[in-house]
């Protein structure tokens, strides 16, 4: 058995790791992956790491720091392809919250001695920096999606990874709208499929922590949201949260300030 | 470097969760540093809370650690609804427990068999475990599948689960969709036992300290969900008393925030702290399994940390299965929860030990402080003064030696370094 192996790489930057787990989490079919993938690099999972080139990089987190900035070029270098995994990633994760704030302010409000603190004033996604091949949305990422990327990149194939809203996912899930059933307040319409619809089924409102989809309208939505007694403020912190710096979600929430 | 100095590096800690690295520093036969670094980049979430919603708390604070969200969920909805003086059903407390039973299964399972259990085998990685012991890692990797499989029917998902609130949860399980889970659970608490017998033959060093452990303590459970806060040094306290117990400090030095008690004790939290405070509650099968094991009535070993994580996978899965047994359909999954400005706090017992939520809310609902202490930001201290106290003796050995069995001290802890929320030590010292 000497056939040829992908060589796969996982990066850290500023993120919870939740990404990274979700590969972990593949309890049924992580052994075979390994067959088919040398993890070459993998921090969190194994204390063998060997140098790149790699074929595959998947990037887990936002970039927070100068160190961060220059270390996102280095694993460009080193990577074939070059895939995001999660909502830090390809949307600069909840931390981007502070691209709307004063970092300075907040150095102080949590560490002693701001002054040796790198931070950034701005979480951006990876994309912003280098060049990206793929991007897997979500906080966190599905596993099944994960999967599907790895199946695609092993068989030399685009991942079949859905464009689509929320929405369609309830219905083909058989969902009840709890927005049109029960007044409840809902990002679907406007959210990238991929979790399955799992926040309708669970009787409650999508916060949106896959982000926007392809060609959102969340000005309709908000009209919406504004009938059903939600106040600007409220608007607001719906579109600042997870995936506050996609640009989509970013303009609607200033549309609120 | 002058003649009779080393200094021992390791850049980048694997098997740990977030980045840090531990830098030692030997003069002439004398240990002058031992610094866990952290260089997670901070995400300050402590401020960005601030103007939230005090409804958001929790799935916001869940975002802290991917690998124990439950906790930061369920230390969040302690401190809000402390704050609004909510105390919820006995229906709700068994469900928010039998979550908890399923972080801790997947979050132990993943440290004993993937994160520690290569150090004691002498692999890199539990993939290359399986190589040679296919039959254990299938053993773990259907484990931690079946702790898994808990979290993902009452949150949703493994991963931020989606199905907490303030006041219980959005969607309460049907009875049929818990009973389908016990089978699996039957087989995995006979499964866990295998585990603890496993673990504890490993071979261990020769080490033990004495520790001021602190954790909850529960009336009739062993704790996870609420309890008073103590010590094995006699503090017993409610939760509302912890920041007049530890309190974090800034040591000018090394830029350090670490969390002693006021007369600067280093406190220990996780696992050997809720077995050496709780044993008397410990289920009977995770008992018999201590006792097997030979663990007596506190374990002073930090290496055997591994051993204690094993019983507490089986007190896990027996009180899952008989969470689920007990599980009654029930018509309120969420009580009210009504805003009541003021401050509130919360303490629940995550993986790795005690995890502390404050918050201060304003009339409009909006937080407007926030606290957020990490087991790991408090057991950082306790860290450092293991690898001190195990490596002063033990200088004579050569670096690789010492390396590897430092990596494997700090990995006792299972340091989980994302929980950045205000945990950040760095590493000032300049020749």
Not at chain 2, 104 to 117: T, Y
Not at chain 2, 221 to 226: F, S
Not at chain 2, 289 to 307: E, K
């Amino acid at each position: 058995m000497t056939a040829p192996r992908l060589r796969l790489a996982v990066w850290k930057f500023a993120s919870c790791d939740g990404c990274q787990l979700s590969l972990l989490d593949c309890e049924d079919e992580l052994l075979a992956l390994a067959e088919g993938v040398q993890i070459a690099l993998f921090a969190e999972a194994s204390s063998n790491m060997l140098p790149g080139p790699y074929d595959v990089s998947l990037v887990e987190g936002s970039i927070t720091t100068a160190h961060d900035r220059e270390r996102i070029q280095q694993v460009r270098a080193e990577s074939g392809l070059l895939v995001t995994i999660g909502a830090c990633a390809t949307a600069g994760g909840i931390q981007a919250l502070r691209n709307f704030r004063d970092v300075e302010e907040w150095k102080q409000l949590v560490y002693a001695r701001p002054e040796v603190i790198d931070a950034l004033a701005t979480s951006t996604p990876i994309a912003e920096h280098v060049k990206v091949d793929f991007e897997l949305r979500g906080c966190p990422v599905s596993k099944r999606q994960l999967l599907e990327l790895l199946a695609a990149l092993l068989a030399g194939r685009r991942p079949n990874v859905s464009t689509a809203s929320v929405c369609e996912e309830c219905k083909a899930r058989g969902t009840p709208c709890v927005m049109v059933a029960h007044g409840t307040p809902c990002l679907g319409p406007v959210t990238q499929a991929g979790c399955g619809a799992i926040c309708p089924a669970y009787n409650r409102g999508c916060y949106g922590c896959f982000g926007p989809k392809e060609t959102p309208n969340p000005a309709a939505l908000s009209e919406r949201l504004t009938e059903l007694g939600m106040d600007r403020a409220t608007l607001l912190r719906v579109y600042r949260s997870f995936n506050a710096g996609a640009p989509a979600f970013a303009d609607e929430a200033a549309r609120h300030e | 470097m002058s003649e009779g100095t080393r200094t021992i590096e390791v850049n980048y800690l694997a098997r740990v969760e977030g980045e840090g690295a531990l830098h030692l520093r030997i003069e002439q036969d004398r240990l002058v540093a031992a610094q866990l670094r952290i260089f997670e980049p901070p995400r300050f979430f402590e401020a960005l809370l601030r103007g939230r919603d005090f409804r958001e708390a929790p799935d916001i604070t869940a975002r802290i650690c991917g690998i124990c969200p439950v906790a930061y969920l369920m230390s969040a909805c302690a401190a809000m609804e402390d704050l609004c003086g909510v105390e919820v059903s006995a229906p709700i407390a068994d469900l928010r427990r039998l979550l908890y039973c399923g972080e801790w299964i997947e979050s132990h399972v993943l440290h004993i068999f993937m994160l520690h259990l290569p150090d004691f085998m002498g692999y890199p990685d539990a993939v290359r475990i399986a190589r040679d012991h296919p039959e254990l890692v299938r053993m773990g990797l259907r484990l931690k599948k079946a702790g898994n499989a808990i979290v993902a029917l009452l949150g949703g998902r493994e991963i931020h689960p989606i199905n907490v609130r303030l006041g219980g949860f959005y969607r309460a399980p049907k009875r049929a969709d818990l009973l389908a889970l016990r089978a699996e659970l039957e087989w995995a608490l006979g499964a866990a036992e295998q585990t603890v017998a496993r673990v504890s033959a490993l071979a261990f060093p020769d080490f033990e300290r004495d520790y001021e452990f602190v954790a909850l303590r529960h009336p009739e459970h062993y704790p996870m969900n609420t309890g008073r806060l103590v010590s094995s040094r006699g503090v017993d306290l409610p939760v509302t008393g912890y920041d007049d117990y530890l309190q974090e400090h800034h040591e000018v030095h090394s830029t350090a925030l670490q969390s002693r008690t006021a007369s600067g004790g280093v406190v220990h939290l996780g696992p050997l702290a809720r077995y050496a405070l709780n044993r008397d509650r410990l289920t009977p099968r995770a008992r018999a399994a201590a006792d097997a094991a030979g663990l007596g009535a506190q374990v002073c070993n930090p290496f055997r940390s591994i051993v204690v994580r094993a019983v507490e996978v089986v007190l896990a899965f027996e009180e899952a299965l008989r969470l689920v047994d007990a599980y009654r359909e029930f018509d309120l999954p969420a009580l009210p929860v009504e805003l009541r400005p003021g401050v509130g706090y919360g303490a629940t017992e995550a993986p790795r030990g005690t995890l502390y939520h404050r918050y201060t809310v304003d009339q409009d609902g909006l937080i407007t402080d926030a606290k957020i202490v990490a087991p790991t930001a408090v057991n950082q201290a306790v860290i450092e003064a293991d690898l001190r106290h195990y490596l002063e003796p033990n200088l004579h050995l050569p670096d690789d030696t010492l390396r590897g069995v430092c990596e494997t001290a700090i990995r006792n802890y299972d340091p989980c370094i994302s929980c950045s929320a205000h945990f950040l030590k760095l590493d000032v010292e300049r020749d």
